[in-house]
């Protein structure tokens, strides 16, 4: 298999991580830069440094924030291509566009004889 493209994640929120963990369990030796748009969270990449490198190489980015608020004040930062990152466990019925992100299952309820696992 080859090696994943590096990840570019948008946005440096608890939702960026849990796509982080995502894009990790597809790919467990990806390497995955946060981008944060102010440039105030520590060991993230300000838009300027983001862009630089997604010159310089073979890439792939996704946003990572879940606030809507966010996602709109960035949305004209990101770059192509997109990443779409489905994690393993998750049941797809019908097409996942570019960008997308499918978080794991299963559902809030449990089904009589089911077991809770760990991820």
């Known amino acids: ?11 440096p929120s608890g939702h960026a991580h849990e ?8 790919h467990p030796d990806r390497t995955i830069r946060f981008v944060d748009d102010h440039g105030a969270v520590e060991g993230c990449l300000t838009l300027a440094a983001y862009w630089e490198q997604a010159q310089s190489g073979r890439y792939e980015s996704v946003m990572g924030s879940g606030r809507c608020e966010v996602r709109r004040r960035m949305r004209d930062q990101i770059r192509p291509p997109f990443a779409t990152i489905v994690h393993p466990s998750a049941t797809i019925m019908g097409e996942v566009g570019q960008g997308c ?17 760990s991820w």
């Open 1 to 11: 298999m080859s090696q994943a493209p590096l990840l570019f994640i948008l946005g």
């Open 19 to 26: 796509v982080a963990a995502y894009a990790l369990a597809l």
């Open 101 to 117: 992100i499918i978080a794991p299952g299963p559902s809030s309820r449990r089904l009589p004889g089911s077991r809770t696992t």
